[in-house]
């Protein structure tokens, strides 16, 4: 990345966060300060990429998929799934599989709708990318593998994902991890213009609302990746290695669909589905998510994102907010990965 993206990226940041929170997710006013706030130094992680597959991929029909998923631990122990976001994919979990895995844990790690091996079953589906629809593939998934109740874990589209689940689902989410806090929106606000600097940040949303933006996705979706992962976590070093294992998720036959379809959606330039009319309502209401959760934000994500006061008073149950620092990004569990699985051990703690 060069230096004058770096410049702009920082220049930009702090003024972006406040303002999508007062206009995105209309979340700015009255903090309720019941939070804890930590910060944990992730520089030194011991564990930073030694794990480089997962021991297997497997499929299963659940709702309208046939979803590829990786799976660690024991069958019989307290089930936890971690969601990857865009333009990322299962391998963000890698090192935090085995870490919880090795605490007794059945950790299943799915690809989203229109990444890696996950399939529709019929031609004939909507391609839907809208929130909802990812948050309800989840709860197929949970029912096909009969597990009643899971402990969620995400950043970006799977932080989203957990979110939804935990507001609309709490007997189904058991404690929550969320990188970046509270990630519910809806159409309404995502209408709404905001400051420059903050939609600066969000120049990828706007390219996308544009048939060009479609097809220059479609024809560069690494080289878009690898911008994104870039600008995402400027200190994050990546080698090509890790990234094309990653990158081979977005050849998925139905991935530039849902993703132009996810941002055109949160646009209002795109319809959704309309069995989930009655869902997304009640996520207008930016519902407060009451079971245990902890929130992480990296010291050096340079994504849109809120600061945590904004999103403090829509956790009713017990709260901490806990940054990760040592130069960590947007990909938080795989630039930190210990870090990560300790607040998915530490949050089942809250739930006993």
């Given at each position: 990345m060069s230096?004058?993206?770096?410049?702009?990226?920082r220049?930009f940041?702090g003024?972006?966060a406040?303002s999508?929170?007062?206009?995105?997710f209309?979340?700015i006013?009255?903090i309720?300060?019941k939070?804890?706030?930590t910060?944990?130094?992730?520089a030194?992680?011991?564990n930073r990429?030694?794990?480089?597959s997962?021991?297997?991929i497997?499929?299963?029909?659940?709702g309208?998929?046939?979803?590829?998923?990786?799976?660690?631990?024991t069958?019989?122990g307290?089930?936890?799934?971690?969601?990857?976001g865009?333009?990322?994919?299962i391998?963000?979990?890698?090192?935090v599989?085995?870490?919880?895995?090795?605490k007794g844990?059945?950790?299943?790690?799915p690809?989203?709708?229109?990444y890696?091996?996950?399939r529709?079953?019929s031609?004939?589906?909507f391609r839907?990318?809208?929130?909802?629809?990812?948050a309800?593939?989840?709860i197929?998934l949970?029912?096909a593998?009969?597990i009643?109740?899971a402990?969620?874990?995400?950043?970006?589209?799977g932080?989203?994902?957990?979110?939804?689940?935990a507001?609309?689902?709490?007997?189904?989410?058991?404690?929550?991890?969320?990188?970046?806090?509270?990630l519910?929106g809806s159409?309404?606000?995502g209408?709404q213009?905001?400051?420059?600097?903050a939609?600066?940040?969000?120049?990828y949303?706007f390219?996308?609302?544009?048939?060009?933006?479609?097809?220059?996705?479609?024809?560069?979706?690494?080289?878009?990746a690898?911008l994104i992962w870039?600008?995402?976590?400027?200190k994050?070093?990546?080698?090509d290695?890790?990234?094309n294992?990653?990158?081979?998720?977005?050849d998925?036959?139905?991935?530039?669909a849902?993703?132009?379809h996810?941002?055109r959606?949160?646009q209002g330039?795109a319809?959704?589905?309309?069995k989930l009319?009655?869902?997304?309502?009640r996520?207008?209401?930016?519902?407060?998510i009451?079971?245990?959760?902890?929130?992480?934000?990296?010291?050096d994500n340079g994504?849109?994102?809120?600061p945590p006061s904004?999103?403090a008073?829509?956790?009713s149950?017990k709260?901490?907010n806990?940054?990760i620092g040592?130069?960590?990004?947007?990909?938080?569990?795989?630039e930190?990965p210990k870090?990560?699985a300790d607040?998915?051990?530490e949050?089942?703690g809250?739930?006993k």
């Amino acid at each position: 990345m060069s230096e004058n993206l770096k410049i702009d990226r920082r220049r930009f940041l702090g003024a972006a966060a406040i303002s999508i929170a007062a206009g995105e997710f209309g979340m700015i006013g009255r903090i309720d300060a019941k939070s804890v706030e930590t910060t944990v130094n992730a520089a030194n992680e011991p564990n930073r990429e030694l794990n480089t597959s997962f021991d297997a991929i497997k499929q299963i029909h659940a709702g309208l998929l046939n979803v590829g998923y990786a799976e660690a631990g024991t069958a019989n122990g307290p089930a936890v799934i971690l969601l990857h976001g865009w333009p990322y994919d299962i391998y963000s979990f890698v090192d935090v599989a085995p870490l919880l895995a090795a605490k007794g844990y059945r950790v299943i790690v799915p690809y989203l709708r229109g990444y890696g091996t996950t399939r529709f079953l019929s031609d004939k589906t909507f391609r839907n990318g809208q929130p909802a629809a990812v948050a309800v593939d989840i709860i197929a998934l949970m029912d096909a593998l009969k597990i009643e109740k899971a402990i969620l874990a995400g950043f970006d589209w799977g932080a989203r994902t957990a979110d939804i689940i935990a507001a609309l689902w709490p007997q189904r989410c058991r404690a929550l991890v969320s990188v970046s806090g509270y990630l519910i929106g809806s159409q309404a606000s995502g209408k709404q213009p905001l400051p420059p600097a903050a939609e600066y940040q969000w120049w990828y949303q706007f390219y996308f609302a544009t048939e060009r933006g479609e097809a220059g996705y479609a024809k560069y979706r690494r080289d878009f990746a690898k911008l994104i992962w870039q600008l995402a976590s400027p200190k994050w070093n990546f080698d090509d290695t890790t990234f094309n294992r990653s990158a081979a998720a977005f050849d998925n036959p139905d991935h530039v669909a849902i993703v132009i379809h996810n941002y055109r959606w949160r646009q209002g330039l795109a319809q959704g589905d309309p069995k989930l009319d009655e869902l997304e309502t009640r996520l207008a209401q930016s519902l407060v998510i009451t079971v245990p959760t902890i929130t992480l934000e990296g010291d050096d994500n340079g994504a849109p994102h809120l600061p945590p006061s904004a999103y403090a008073n829509k956790f009713s149950g017990k709260y901490v907010n806990r940054i990760i620092g040592g130069g960590v990004g947007h990909n938080l569990p795989q630039e930190a990965p210990k870090a990560f699985a300790d607040a998915v051990i530490e949050v089942d703690g809250y739930a006993k």
